[in-house]
T-cell receptor, first 113, second 118 residues
Framework: AAGVIQSPRHLIKEKRETATLKCYPI?????VYWYQQGPGQDPQFLIS???????DKGSIPDRFSAQQFSDYHSELNMSSLELGDSALYFC????????????FGEGSRLTVL | AQKITQTQPGMFVQEKEAVTLDCTYD???????LFWYKQPSSGEMIFLIY??????QNATEGRYSLNFQKARKSANLVISASQLGDSAMYFC???????????????FGSGTQLTVLP
């Protein structure tokens, strides 16, 4: 079965650069979540989208923005990168009426040098 | 606010033995979902098991079972017949209901690093 696809899987950037992470949810999933997991930390919720509209916002820095497109894929844009942005970024998807599991992608590992 | 507490930063278990990973939670919601995820060193987040707050029976998925004690607000994960491949970080997580307006994102505990010994 198709899973949540994230790209790139690994990304290396320098301070003050920008980065874009992409997430392709499972087909027919209308809700996408972004999480950030720093080294040795638990995942922290950043932002979510339902039907291409932002539905909730967590601890997402102002330097970050995200959107969900008409094909339901989502992109997380990060600007003015800082060393502390080095983390594993997860995307997860679900259908809104589903009360079961949230399906995670394999994550995109961002390293800021 | 919701809070998930995993008090065991690390656990060791002998191969083929059973192990219990503790998870307690705090919420004022009547309806919620509890999850366990496994994160191996490669980083992906693998769903293991789910328990709804109104489910009367404990959830089971193969070698995984969830010991759900609602009055104590605990949702411990039991792994039976441990295998070397079970060595990983394990996260307990909770999701609020749709009616909370929080879009049902997950709140994670701090995780338990399980090491299975040969």
């Amino acid at each position: 079965a198709a899973g949540v696809i994230q790209s790139p899987r690994h990304l290396i950037k320098e301070k003050r650069e920008t980065a874009t992470l992409k997430c392709y949810p499972i087909p027919r999933h209308d809700t996408v979540y972004w999480y950030q997991q720093g080294p040795g930390q638990d995942p922290q919720f950043l932002i979510s989208f339902y039907e291409k509209m932002q539905s909730d916002k967590g601890s997402i820095p102002d330097r970050f923005s995200a959107q969900q497109f008409s094909d339901y894929h989502s992109e997380l844009n990060m600007s003015s990168l800082e060393l502390g942005d080095s983390a594993l970024y997860f995307c997860a998807s679900i259908t809104r009426g589903n009360t079961g599991e949230l399906f995670f992608g394999e994550g995109s590992r961002l390293t800021v040098l | 606010a919701q809070k998930i507490t995993q008090t065991q930063p690390g656990m060791f278990v002998q191969e083929k033995e059973a192990v219990t990973l503790d998870c307690t939670y705090d919420t004022s919601d009547q309806s919620y979902g509890l999850f366990w995820y496994k994160q191996p060193s490669s980083g992906e987040m693998i769903f293991l098991i789910y328990q709804g707050s109104y489910d009367e029976q404990n959830a089971t998925e193969g070698r995984y079972s969830l010991n759900f004690q609602k009055a104590r607000k605990s949702a411990n994960l039991v792994i039976s017949a441990s295998q070397l491949g079970d060595s990983a970080m394990y996260f307990c997580a909770m999701r609020r209901p749709i009616s909370s307006g929080s879009a049902r994102q997950l709140t994670f505990g701090s995780g338990t690093q399980l090491t299975v010994l040969p």
